[in-house]
């Protein structure tokens, strides 16, 4: 009952699933309104990918509830479209966040992760366990958005190509 | 990479499709893609119209207006599309917080002080001066009001101007600071170099999600976007000044660059020219940051510290002033 309420109180976008794996800073800092990705050249890249990628698919960007935004839908599948699969964990972990979020809402779909570049999918099927999974990653989220301050920052492999990275190591 | 366009001319400003027309006298045309523009410098008088301006707010770029004697007159800065209130509540509440406005105030005034003298030990004969700004800077640690520490920063500036007589060669002499109008060129190119660093560091905090009228040294609300004052601080020093020196030390200026009455001095169009041509040249020298790595120029510095003081308002990680260490 708890977690159901809080899932309603937080309203969190899949992006925010997304940065709680790749990031928990950036994730405070982007829940705080610094974003860097607007001057970011790889963002533009990933934005410019999604625009042109299965261009005779009809159903893209769809926005419900005003709060979860889908690359592209169809009948059965909810798809995700990423530049490369590096943060593979993070991609997996938003979609299964889509997939959840959908059955709440009594409806039912698989998860496709589309990797263009590298001609790569990949699918996921939201089970039980997994479903744990998620509601983990909103107490977590909650957990970090509720820090006075942002998350020290961390040295990762990533970072020197993160929209952050002359934020957190200037 | 986009970068700062300065114009001169007289004529008209268009868009057609994503591209910047100049259209000048004689009808000739030049056209500058909108990719490559980060902010856009007007010394001339131009025309434009609204189209032009809502397709600059859309592609975020800023437009900022100089008068006839190069003197900064202001902006058209696009709507404000990197908010975070969360951030402005933080800034108001370092202002408000009397020693943690101290705090910023004392550290822009530390980096001021420290390019200051960086500036003066390139050259002979300027020691005493040396010393002062070393005097001031350490009772500016210890004040505890503003009006305090612009009353040693006054002091210091003082002294560092007093070394341009040592510094500069070819019979420019200074003598005082004279701001409205300058008097004499040298003067004139601090005047006109301040315009411009205030521009430049305007445009960089729009990039950020910084509220450019929360001032810590200058009051807000002292009729301009008084954070780029602040920065600027730091920044004209470094940037500024060096170009001064290099232009009137090797000759580069001549009376005719100068625009010389009994009680005024601007720069020409041409003296402008030349100074501009230098400036741009320093804000692109790129050098490699420790911390990052990697190589950044003068003006990513300028937005480096921003991030700096976004960090300071977040409680994540304590301000320190930029100071050159090369």
């Not at chain 1, 405070?28 to 934005?47: H, P, Q, Y």
């Not at chain 1, 263009?116 to 989220?141: A, G, H």
């Not at chain 2, 008209?12 to 994503?18: A, D, M, P, Q």
Request: charge should be positive.
């Amino acid at each position: 009952m708890e977690k159901d309420d809080a899932f309603d109180k937080l309203r969190i976008t899949g992006l925010k699933v997304n940065y709680l794996h790749v990031c928990k800073r950036k994730l405070w800092f982007f829940d705080r309104g610094i974003g860097m990705e607007n001057t970011s050249d790889k963002v533009l890249l990933g934005a410019l990918l999604q625009d042109y990628s299965y261009p005779k698919e009809k159903k893209r960007d769809v926005l419900i509830d005003d709060l979860i935004q889908i690359d592209l839908l169809d009948a059965d599948t909810v798809r995700e479209i990423k530049y490369s699969d590096k943060l593979k964990e993070a991609d997996r972990a938003q979609i299964l966040y889509y997939l959840y979020y959908l059955k709440k809402n009594g409806v039912h779909k698989i998860g496709v992760i589309n990797y263009p570049k590298m001609k790569k999918r990949e699918e996921i099927i939201l089970t039980e366990e997994l479903e744990k999974e998620v509601e983990n990653d909103l107490i977590k989220i909650k957990e970090v958005l509720n820090l006075d301050r942002p998350p020290k920052a961390e040295k990762k492999p990533y970072c020197s190509k993160c929209a952050y990275y002359e934020l957190c190591w200037s | 990479m986009s970068k700062p366009y300065y114009i001169f001319s007289s004529g008209r400003l268009s868009r057609k499709e994503n591209t910047i027309y100049v259209e000048v006298e004689d009808n000739i045309k030049k056209s500058i893609p909108i990719e490559d523009v980060e902010s856009l410098h007007i010394f001339g008088e131009v025309d434009l119209n609204t189209k032009f301006l809502n397709f600059l707010s859309q592609q975020n770029i800023p437009i900022h207006f100089y008068n006839y004697y190069g003197f900064y007159s202001g902006s058209f800065m696009p709507r404000e599309k990197n908010i975070s209130g969360n951030l402005t509540v933080k800034q108001v509440e370092f202002y408000i917080d009397q020693i943690k406005r101290q705090y910023i105030a004392i550290s822009f005034i530390e980096g001021a002080i420290f390019h200051m003298q960086r500036n003066l030990r390139e050259y002979e004969g300027t020691e005493k001066f040396v010393e002062v700004l070393k005097t001031e800077l350490s009772n500016a640690y210890n004040t505890k009001s503003i009006p305090e520490l612009m009353g040693c920063e006054g002091r210091a500036r003082d002294a560092y101007y007093q070394a341009f007589n040592v510094i500069l060669k070819n019979n420019f002499s200074f003598v005082k600071r004279e701001k409205r109008p300058p008097t004499n060129p040298i003067n004139a190119l601090i005047s006109f170099g301040n315009s411009i660093i205030y521009s430049i560091v305007l445009t960089q905090i729009y990039l950020t999600q910084l509220n450019p009228t929360i001032s810590y040294l200058h009051e807000p609300g002292e009729k301009r976007y008084s954070l780029s004052l602040d920065i600027a601080e730091i920044f004209k020093p470094l940037i500024v000044d060096p170009v001064i020196f290099k232009l009137v030390n090797n000759n580069m200026l001549n009376e005719d660059d100068f625009e010389e009455d009994l009680n005024f001095c601007y720069l020409t169009e041409n003296g402008r020219k030349k100074f501009i041509k230098e400036i741009d040249q320093k804000l692109n020298t790129t050098i490699k940051h420790r911390k990052l790595k990697r190589n950044v120029s003068y003006k990513q510095l300028i937005r480096l510290e921003c991030y700096k003081l976004i960090k300071h308002f977040l409680s994540d990680e304590v301000y320190v002033p930029f100071k050159a260490w090369w």
